[in-house]
């Protein structure tokens, strides 16, 4: 029996195209998940003061170098399990107490210390806390402030890579 | 390779590039995984002050979720597990949510405000911890009748794909 080529390979990637198709339908971001908009978003922190993890860690390790201010401003629980190592527990910026907490942890510090913010809670595009924190620190006068890019959350983007991390109990 | 051999062996190929690059149960997980291990067993007092005892689903598939009242994902899942918690009850799923806040004030809101049908206990750091390292929410263990986990989904899951394993599970005798 003779199978000409032409059918074949049409055949063939034909089911390539479909197996493709297949894929791509199930690895799309879900649909059921919207990012957060307006005031509260991580989208309102300038692009120019976001730090990603890499960069972080690197300050972190080198010897000399002036060492930021790390303040987690998420989820209190969260922090006890695990936090970034050095890092202090400021409140939930989401939180009206959560902020007026950040408002004492900054009270006595220049308004150049360098700070930066970190949440993790939940994925990036969903935190109701950073940009909170990130503005009432701004209205403080405070000119030296980052924001830790964590695109997913603290265990996927810091604690996973083998990040310094410590705990509160 | 006669031709009809060879279409096939690349069909077999397709299909298992398309299964694993479709992903497995996991989504990417920080802290250590817990799957195919026993669920680490717990008791805690639900928010109507009942016992919660994981041990005592047994023989059911638990759809075990961690979630508090800031997380904005886990609101959007709640619904869907009530609905799944209505819809599949009967054939043995068990939904249960842990709440991670600090204080059970606003989840008593929330639990009420949302109607959940399912058990809803406060969480700890030693909750937290039992499970691998709650570093994120919402998170969600999928677990068999058997008391073992199939699948950890952290973030914003594909919920119909959440689905498609609690179908498969609960099928599963």
């Not at chain 1, 510090?109 to 930066?116: A, D, F, G, V």
């Not at chain 1, 983007?157 to 991390?165: E, F, N, Q």
């Not at chain 2, 597990?81 to 008593?108: C, E, H, N, T």
Request: proline content about 7%.
């Amino acid at each position: 029996m003779k199978f000409a080529l032409v059918p074949r390979l049409t055949k063939n990637v034909g089911l390539v195209a479909l197996a493709l198709s297949f894929t791509i339908s199930v690895v799309q971001c879900p649909a059921q998940f919207t990012p957060l908009t307006g005031p509260s978003s991580t989208y309102s922190i300038p692009q120019a003061q976001l730090i990603q993890p890499e960069a972080l860690v690197h300050l972190m390790q080198t010897k000399g170098a002036d060492k930021p201010l790390l303040l987690q401003v998420g989820s209190h629980l969260l922090f006890d399990e695990t936090h970034i190592a050095g890092s202090v527990y400021a409140g939930a910026g989401s939180q009206p107490a959560g902020l007026q907490q950040l408002q004492s942890v900054v009270a006595t510090l220049s308004k150049k210390k360098s700070i930066i913010l970190y949440c993790g809670c939940c994925p990036w595009n969903r935190c109701p806390n950073l940009a909170p924190a990130f503005r009432q620190l701004s209205d403080l006068g405070f000119t030296n402030v980052k924001v830790l890019n964590l695109p997913n959350n603290l265990g996927t983007d810091w604690v996973a890579k083998g990040y310094p991390v410590e705990r509160s109990h | 390779m006669p031709p009809f051999a060879l279409r096939q062996s690349m069909l077999t190929i397709l299909l298992v590039v398309v299964f694993y690059a479709a992903g497995g149960e996991r989504t990417a997980l920080a802290a250590t995984s817990l799957t195919h291990k026993r669920a680490p067993e717990f008791v805690r007092t639900d928010l109507n002050n009942k016992r919660l005892d994981l041990k005592a689903y047994r023989g059911k598939v638990v759809l075990l979720d961690f979630w508090a009242t800031w997380c904005a994902p886990c609101e959007v899942e709640m619904p869907i597990f009530v609905a799944w918690q209505k819809k599949y009850g009967p054939q043995g799923l068990q939904v249960v949510g842990i709440s991670m806040d600090d204080a059970p004030a606003l989840v008593r809101k929330l639990y009420s405000k949302m109607r959940l049908n399912y058990p809803v206990a406060m969480g700890d750091v030693k909750l937290g911890n039992l499970y691998g390292g709650v570093l994120g929410l919402p998170m969600t263990f999928l677990i068999d009748r058997n008391g073992v986990i199939q699948a950890e989904y952290q973030g914003e899951p594909d919920l119909n794909k959440i689905e498609a394993q609690v179908q498969l599970l609960l099928n599963s005798r």
